[in-house]
């Protein structure tokens, strides 16, 4: 089935995405599209044409604007950066009523006062890793030993879920998270390992709850009654990939430029540790996390975006890195300035797919960097940035491994 799409181009249309940048760097062609064409028409390697958002203002407007919907792009062969298309079961692609209820469930578990009643579990949790980092000497890979474990322990631990599963959820998010990397035939396989797993710890909770998040989703209702299975699968699916996929590469991501330039940026929060709520914040802004764009959404009437009118039925993506290096946002934005005053980054989104785990996330990588810069103040690079491995094919940036030494 294939949606319709309204549009003609209008003007030069751009292949995207513009290069093969699997580590921090940002194509220049982001910047030169701010300045010249912020709503720019660009050809996207799966489904065709749609229209690409780099500024920070237009991505703020878009993420909050009802008209642009990540339902309507669901199940339909539109313009996009992933192989595969939304789910219209799965909690992005949903109604936007069914996606609000849901959330306002799952939310509970997620907000700042129940996450500062964990973060002592989240320190402890960080030391016991670097204890066991610091026994073992260096050379060591920080994203085996703490960048990938924190998050999934975390996580794990909230759910009620045994780390020594995590290659079952792991090997999932990998094939979730490939752009090229993996067949069809592999990502269905891994979905079908994961869904059964989920579903025998379901049966599991609902035959014998425990004090956890996941026997609480089992027992959850609202004004719409319970959890259906399916909903219920979902979410507890989506938070064991969301919880610790995407940490785990900020973290490693974050380490890697505060050690990279002499070490200044990690020399800094030795020398002030009150720095790193912040430096967090600034290096949420700095380092990409999608290796091009988030998902599509699709118009589902006429829009006018800065000063472009998108029509009924075209697609729109958004760049949250270029929206987040907007030069009319943020003075200096390719610095990396840890302590920042004024930063309104938008990392984690906007608008009603704003980042539910942002908390918790905030929480890992404070917890990580005080640690590290109080624990391990010669840590350095083992390797120079330059010659480190980043993964291919995939949808999100995270580097295969970061060896440091101490």
Request: charge should be negative.
């Amino acid at each position: 089935m294939t949606c319709p799409h309204a549009a003609a181009a209008v003007g030069t249309v751009r292949a995207y995405p513009f290069g093969d940048h699997a580590d921090l760097r940002l194509d220049p062609a982001y910047a030169e599209l701010r300045a010249t064409s912020p709503v720019a028409r660009v050809r996207m390697p799966h489904g065709g044409e749609a229209w690409l958002l780099t500024r920070h203002s237009d991505v703020k407007k878009a993420s909050a604007d009802p008209r642009l919907s990540m339902h309507a792009a669901a199940d339909w062969d539109v313009p996009r950066a992933a192989p595969r298309a939304l789910d219209s079961v799965g909690l992005m692609g949903m109604p936007s009523e069914s996606h609000a209820r849901l959330r306002r469930l799952v939310s509970r578990a997620f907000t700042a006062r129940r996450v500062a009643a964990l973060r002592p579990r989240i320190a402890e949790i960080t030391h016991h890793l670097i204890d066991d980092l610091i026994a073992d000497g260096g050379p060591a890979d920080l994203v085996a030993r703490l960048a990938l474990p924190l998050p999934t322990a975390v996580i794990c631990e909230m759910l009620g879920i045994p780390r020594t599963d995590q290659h079952i959820f792991r090997s999932f998010t990998e094939a979730l998270m490939s752009a090229s990397r993996f067949t069809e035939e592999q990502v269905a396989q891994a979905a079908e390992e994961y869904a059964d797993y989920l579903r025998g710890y379901v049966a599991q909770r609902r035959a014998h709850p425990e004090d956890d998040l996941l026997s609480a989703l089992v027992e959850a209702r609202d004004e719409d009654g319970r959890l259906s299975e399916n909903e219920l699968l979902m979410l507890t699916g989506g938070m064991l990939v969301g919880g610790h996929e995407t940490t785990a590469n900020q973290l490693a991501g974050q380490v890697l430029v505060l050690l990279d330039d002499d070490r200044r940026g990690y020399e800094r929060l030795i020398a002030r540790p009150d720095l790193v709520p912040a430096a967090v914040e600034e290096l949420l802004r700095y380092v990409p996390l999608w290796a091009s764009v988030g998902p599509s959404r699709v118009a589902t009437e006429d829009v006018e975006i800065g000063g472009v009118t998108i029509r009924a039925g075209e697609a729109v993506v958004y760049s949250l890195a270029s929206a987040n290096r907007d030069e009319t946002v943020f003075e200096t934005p390719d610095d990396v300035a840890l302590d920042r005053a004024a930063n309104p980054h938008i990392a984690f989104g906007q608008g009603p797919h704003f980042c539910l785990g942002a908390p918790l996330a905030r929480a890992e990588l404070q917890c990580a960097l005080e640690a590290l810069t109080g624990r391990l103040p010669a840590l350095r690079l083992a390797r120079p940035a330059a010659e480190l491995d980043w993964h291919r094919g995939m949808l999100v940036r995270g580097l295969v491994e970061l060896p440091v030494t101490w």
